[in-house]
């Protein structure tokens, strides 16, 4: 488990637990609603009495950490930070792997292709309004074809087959062994929220 918790992130939520005044208070750390692309990080106080036998326990040099057992996959790599500014300051979390854990070669294709849809292809598609997700995996004699759905902006954007052919088919292609083709089942008939129409 790979959790970085910088020291102005410490030395903040440090402060916070010794204001509740409470003997033992802890952190908990959870994804609500993981590996979807509504997934949110949340850090929580966490009495004595609120500890779960199932969490696992991260110890850092200022405070002590609960992580959701369902939660954990989903938090490897996560980052807290705390950095100062004119008003006092922000707490942020950065866990990429919130809306997909972190899959490795030997992980399925689908959620190999997910993963990739996930945190590379739809950021930057969110920029025009727009994402993409799998439908279907379909095996052939040749291998595998990944049925793709685009929506919002992209849904009837007249741009979508260049996003599609030079972006979104070749990083797949590229980065999925075993994946030969991409297709696209969007009825782009319909442009009413495209982004270019």
Partial sequence: MIITVTDGAQDYLASLLEKQNVEGMAVRLFVTQPGTPYAETCLAYCRPDEVNEADEVMETVKLRFYLEKNSIPYLEEAVVDFAEDRMGGQLTIKAPNAKMPKVTADS?????????????????????????KLIELIEEDTGHTAILKFGGGCQGCSAVDLTLKDGVEKTLIERVPGLVAVKDVTDHTNTANAYYK
């Avoid at 399925?108 to 969110?126: E, F, K, R, T, V």
């Fill in 108 to 132: 399925p294709m689908q959620d190999q292709i997910n993963y990739i849809l996930y945190s590379d292809i739809n950021p930057g598609l969110a920029a025009h309004g727009g994402e993409v």
